[in-house]
């Protein structure tokens, strides 16, 4: 079946602006997780949903990152005012049991 | 606090040798220990994990790890190493008292030499 998706791939944009990154998990995974990665560097946990709920958001590093998954499916990550420091690999994962199971990835350039 | 450490950077190995990447890991309750690998361009891809039972865990693409608990260790393994097999992998654990966050290490590239 299909595998976790995200989009878009790649977002460039300007310091100030806000994004929205989506995640598309696998059908019927109850987790959600978001991952930031920096370059050289392994993943590091955002913030977690079970449903629609978002039962962990520890690993948000400041209020203006955010997310939601709103029906249970898909999930938004949104980062405001975007800032260069916020340029990243952003992973999406969904699970089922103690798996997770990663999408592709979302790479943002903040110039 | 949970923390994983994979102590090599990169690990070379001869096509057709085996390898070993080498992670060991801090966790507070008992652990929930896995391997992925990440090719070029592509995302994380799952290669195997140990939740209980026995010791060594076969996975993905000919691959197995050994838990070893007193040394706190969960090392990757494959006997005949491909050229193929050259990627960054990731070590990672979960505190398997409820709290489903996976904490990475920084990952070890493996390159692997016709």
């Known amino acids: 079946g299909a595998g976790v998706s995200q989009s878009p791939r790649y977002k460039v944009t300007k310091r100030g602006q806000d994004v929205a990154l989506r995640c598309d998990p696998i059908?019927?995974?109850?987790?959600l997780y978001w991952y930031r990665q920096a370059l050289g560097q392994g993943p590091e946990f955002l913030t977690y949903?079970?449903?629609?709920?978002?039962?962990?958001k520890s690993g948000l590093p400041n209020d203006r990152f955010s997310a939601e998954r709103p029906e249970g499916s898909i999930s938004t990550l949104t980062i405001q005012r975007t800032e260069q420091r916020d340029s990243a690999m952003y992973r999406c994962?969904?699970?089922?049991?103690?798996?997770?199971?990663f999408g592709p990835g979302t790479r943002l350039l903040v110039l | 606090a949970q923390s994983v450490a994979q102590p090599e950077d990169q690990v070379n190995v001869a096509e057709g040798n085996p390898l070993t990447v080498k992670c060991t890991y801090s966790?507070?309750?008992?652990?929930?220990l896995f391997w992925y690998v990440q090719y070029p361009n592509r995302g994380l891809q799952f290669l195997l994990k140990?939740?209980?039972?026995?010791?060594l865990v076969k996975g993905s693409y000919g691959f197995e790890a050994e838990f070893n608990k007193s040394q706190t260790s969960f090392h990757l393994k494959k006997p005949s190493a491909l050229v193929s097999d050259s990627a960054l992998y990731f070590c990672?654990?979960?505190?398997?008292?409820?709290?489903?966050?996976?904490?990475f290490g920084a990952g070890t590239r493996l390159a692997v030499h016709p």
């Open positions: 990672a654990v979960r505190d398997g008292g409820g709290y489903n966050k996976l904490i």
């Open positions: 059908s019927g995974h109850v987790s």
């Open positions: 140990y939740i209980t039972g026995d010791n």
């Open positions: 949903f079970n449903y629609e709920a978002q039962q962990d």
């Open positions: 966790v507070s309750g008992n652990p929930y």
């Open positions: 994962a969904s699970s089922q049991g103690e798996t997770q199971y």
